[in-house]
């Protein structure tokens, strides 16, 4: 009997090592227009996003939004987007995607409180859905389609 893994890599998707923090969350590593970053894998999450300090370090060209952000226990958070970044995980790979940016201090604050790393941002279902995402929890992988 083929596994998981055997039968996804013969439909043309990408394996990514995936780790879990000590608060429960998959971490990921991804790499936006260029520059590597650590994520929080959430497929509770709408969209992908970035925090604001990570404008530059990413190269994004932020614009102002009416939209309000809310989760991880904050309500109406000021945000920005940004459009046309190129995204790579593993070797998946996309450009033209839509990153929201907003302040990311509460989710990095209760990290460090609970002694994981900050993060650059999450990882969301718009990004999962595209790239038609499979999670193996008991393996701890995330399979893309190239």
């Known amino acids: 009997m083929e596994t998981l893994q055997q039968f996804l890599e013969q ?12 608060t429960n969350h ?11 970053g650590l994520f ?24 102002d939004s009416l939209i ?9 958070m000021e945000t920005k987007t940004s459009k046309k970044n ?3 995980i593993g070797k998946w790979s996309s450009n033209k995607v839509v990153l929201v940016l907003f302040n990311l201090t509460h989710v990095n604050t209760a990290l460090i409180n609970h002694n994981s790393k900050p993060v650059d941002g999450i ?24």
């Open 68 to 76: 309000k952000a809310a989760g991880a226990g904050a309500i109406d």
């Open 86 to 88: 190129i995204v790579k």
């Open 123 to 146: 990882i969301g279902a718009d990004i999962l859905k595209k790239a038609k995402a499979i999670i193996d929890y008991e393996k701890k992988y995330l399979y893309l389609k190239l």
């Open 26 to 36: 998959f971490e990921i590593k991804a790499t936006i227009n260029g520059k590597k």
């Open 40 to 63: 929080i894998l959430d497929t509770g999450a709408s969209s992908s996003c970035v925090g604001f300090e990570g404008i530059e370090t990413f190269k994004l060209q932020a614009e």
């Open 11 to 22: 439909k043309d998707y990408t394996k990514i090592k995936l780790h879990l923090t000590k």
